[in-house]
């Protein structure tokens, strides 16, 4: 477990633009580090290790060390090459929902890393994170299911769907070679907590750019 030391440390890791005092307060803390294996795991269950990487190669500190430094190069390019196919299945995936007639919002991932440190590969993501009218659940579902993602939930008649759509956040699909997804169609599982309708969501939209595709995403100020 992360000690709260640690934590200043990542944290101060991942904090992109420094201001001169950040960049002391992180050498400093870079040199009292005891323990960075504790350090490389809370970066990996975060995915940041690429700009964990970046920030220490920057900083250029010589008491990291160098088996540190070896293993964040080798763990930061896996961790970009996935980014980046990440990033391209949530254009195609939005692609699909788009042409089928539904909008649909990218969560997390890419577009986020893009909104915080200006790139698609500072912050990694685990799977795909998108968000859909509730109206337009159901058939973003079938969309999904027609491409060949199979719902984690397995078969739901209606009653149970009613039930999913309720208590839950967003369903789960698996596709064997494909990143998982995470179909959302309200922000939390609590109704009450954000709020937020997705018509004021998608009009309040940013657009990041991925190659030749759009990603719409949620708005820094949501």
């Known amino acids: 477990m992360i000690n709260p030391d640690g934590f200043r440390l990542l944290c101060l890791l991942a904090r992109w633009p420094q201001s001169p005092a950040e960049r002391l307060a992180l050498q400093q803390a870079i040199d009292g580090c005891r323990d960075w294996d504790v350090i490389l ?12 990487y970046k920030t220490l190669t920057e900083a250029g500190s010589v008491t990291v060390p160098d088996r540190t430094m070896s293993a964040l190069r080798h763990k ?3 961790g970009i090459g996935r980014a980046l196919r990440i990033a391209a299945h949530t254009g195609t995936m939005i692609s699909a929902l788009d042409k089928a007639g539904i909008q649909s919002l990218a969560l997390k991932g890419a577009a986020l890393s893009c909104q915080l440190y200006g790139d698609l590969i500072s912050r990694g993501a685990g799977d795909i994170d998108l968000l859909v009218d509730s109206e337009t659940l159901w058939n973003a579902d079938a969309v999904l299911r027609d491409i060949g993602y199979r719902r984690s939930a397995g078969d739901l008649p209606p009653q149970r769907r009613a039930a999913y759509a309720r208590w839950l956040k967003d369903l789960h699909y698996a596709r064997d070679g494909w990143p ?3 179909l959302h169609h309200r922000l939390t599982n609590n109704r009450h ?20 595709l759009d990603i719409p995403t949620l708005a820094r100020r949501d």
């Open 41 to 52: 795991r809370a970066a990996s269950r975060h995915h940041i290790i690429p700009l964990i």
């Open 76 to 78: 930061s390019r896996i």
């Open 180 to 182: 998982m997804i995470e």
């Open 193 to 212: 907590l954000l709020p937020r309708d997705f018509t004021t969501l998608w009009s309040r939209r940013e657009i990041i750019q991925v190659g030749p």
